[in-house]
């Protein structure tokens, strides 16, 4: 259902998808809007098929200046914002439990690794096409809970050799519990691989899910 949130720049946009009562909660950021990203982009919206389809409930926003979102778009800090006033409103929804994910691509994998560092009570995360050459990400090191980075092999803007960096970083960190996946072929935005895309990221929630009820 569409929804309409405060932001700290006024309404935000927000399309959410309730599950079950209790159900664990995913918030998902959308890529840049200065190259076009929304909340109904392709990759978006099948990283939220991912996680509805294991029973999550999912908010998708869209950022400051995006849609009919109020505010002009900040490059990052603004942005981080929105995402924190949507982790806000998911918690104020009662029904629901405390288990939260984020998630996002491109630039909004970076938002929402930016909103995890910041709000502890983010239990996991999946980041697709992370900018890691466009952004600092000095901030991730140690990351501090669970999560998955799957990235494009083939991808055009970010080497999948600059994520691997990443996770020769991250593996000096013997309590880092980050899985890293290349989706075979896949380019930023896995244009022609979604479906790869989606079942990738559905298993890393299946094989999560059941270590945690281990």
Same mark, same amino acid.
């Given at each position: 259902?569409?929804?309409?949130?405060?932001?700290?720049?006024?309404?935000?946009?927000? @399309?959410? *998808?309730?599950?079950?009562?209790?159900?664990?909660?995913?918030?998902?950021?959308?890529?840049?809007?200065?190259?076009?990203?929304?909340?109904?982009?392709k990759s978006v919206y099948t990283l939220y098929r991912?996680?509805?389809?294991?029973?999550?409930?999912?908010?998708?926003?869209?950022?400051?200046?995006?849609? +009919?979102?109020?505010? +002009?778009?900040?490059?990052?800090?603004?942005?981080?914002?929105?995402?924190?006033?949507?982790?806000? &409103? $998911?918690? *104020?929804?009662?029904?629901?439990?405390?288990?939260?994910?984020?998630?996002?691509?491109? /630039?909004?994998? &970076?938002?929402?690794?930016?909103?995890?560092? +910041?709000?502890?009570?983010?239990?996991?995360?999946?980041?697709?096409?992370?900018?890691?050459?466009?952004?600092?990400?000095?901030?991730?090191?140690?990351?501090?809970?669970?999560g998955l980075i799957i990235h494009g092999e083939k991808?055009?803007?970010?080497?999948?050799?600059?994520?691997?960096?990443?996770?020769?970083? $991250?593996? @000096?960190?013997?309590?880092?519990?980050?899985? /890293?996946?290349?989706?075979?072929?896949?380019?930023?935005?896995?244009?022609? *691989?979604?479906?790869? /895309?989606?079942?990738?990221?559905?298993?890393?929630?299946?094989?999560?899910?059941?270590?945690?009820?281990?």
């Amino acid at each position: 259902m569409d929804v309409v949130l405060n932001g700290p720049s006024g309404k935000l946009e927000g @399309r959410f *998808h309730s599950s079950t009562p209790h159900a664990p909660v995913v918030l998902l950021l959308h890529p840049n809007p200065v190259q076009g990203g929304t909340m109904d982009s392709k990759s978006v919206y099948t990283l939220y098929r991912a996680f509805a389809r294991q029973g999550f409930s999912c908010l998708r926003i869209n950022f400051r200046g995006v849609g +009919r979102s109020d505010g +002009r778009y900040e490059g990052g800090e603004g942005e981080i914002s929105d995402a924190a006033a949507a982790l806000d &409103w $998911l918690q *104020h929804r009662a029904e629901y439990n405390n288990e939260f994910w984020v998630g996002g691509v491109s /630039f909004g994998a &970076w938002i929402s690794l930016q909103l995890l560092m +910041r709000r502890p009570e983010t239990a996991r995360f999946v980041a697709a096409a992370l900018p890691v050459n466009h952004y600092d990400f000095g901030f991730f090191a140690p990351c501090p809970v669970q999560g998955l980075i799957i990235h494009g092999e083939k991808d055009e803007l970010i080497p999948y050799e600059e994520i691997e960096k990443m996770q020769n970083t $991250l593996a @000096r960190y013997k309590a880092v519990k980050v899985e /890293f996946h290349a989706v075979e072929e896949a380019d930023h935005l896995f244009s022609n *691989h979604l479906a790869d /895309f989606e079942a990738a990221v559905a298993k890393y929630i299946t094989q999560t899910s059941a270590k945690s009820a281990a």
